[in-house]
């Protein structure tokens, strides 16, 4: 095993994480949760960096609770809520206007804003 590390940071991998080779290694555990941290690390950013001061504060504090709980299928949903631009997501969160159907079935949209919003209207028609 020492020789398959030695080879490994020979081959430009400094450390066993992110490496392709360390799957030989058996520890596909380990790499899948660092790239479950890096994951939740990147919309945790993209949650709170978005350019746009209220939704920097409504997304990333409810991102802060809600994405560790969340598996990996939900966090690629949720990734797709991020995606959107900032001026219709604001007006969806707030009421403004309504989701449009692709993003009212999106699981992450669903449960996330229904539950933290509590907005009573909008989760039963979900």
């Given at each position: 095993?020492?020789?398959?590390?030695?080879?490994?940071?020979?081959?430009?991998?400094?450390?066993?994480?992110?490496?392709?080779?360390?799957?030989?290694?058996?520890?596909?555990?380990?790499?899948?949760?660092?790239?479950?941290?890096?994951?939740?690390?990147?919309?945790?950013?993209?949650?709170?960096?978005?350019?746009?001061?209220?939704?920097?504060?409504?997304?990333g504090?409810?991102?802060?609770?809600?994405?560790?709980?969340?598996?990996?299928?939900m966090?690629?949903?949720?990734?797709?809520?991020?995606?959107?631009?900032?001026?219709?997501?604001?007006?969806?969160?707030?009421?403004?206007?309504?989701?449009?159907?692709?993003?009212?079935r999106?699981?992450?949209?669903?449960?996330?804003?229904?539950?933290?919003?509590?907005?009573?209207?909008?989760?039963?028609?979900?």
């Amino acid at each position: 095993m020492l020789r398959n590390i030695m080879r490994i940071q020979h081959a430009g991998c400094w450390t066993l994480i992110g490496c392709q080779s360390n799957r030989l290694l058996g520890t596909t555990g380990a790499v899948d949760d660092v790239e479950r941290k890096k994951l939740i690390n990147k919309l945790l950013y993209r949650s709170k960096q978005r350019g746009f001061l209220e939704l920097d504060l409504l997304v990333g504090l409810w991102a802060e609770q809600e994405i560790p709980r969340m598996d990996t299928q939900m966090l690629q949903q949720f990734a797709v809520v991020l995606d959107q631009e900032n001026p219709e997501l604001f007006k969806w969160l707030t009421g403004q206007s309504e989701a449009p159907q692709d993003m009212q079935r999106n699981p992450a949209y669903q449960v996330g804003w229904c539950r933290r919003l509590h907005w009573g209207s909008e989760c039963s028609r979900i």
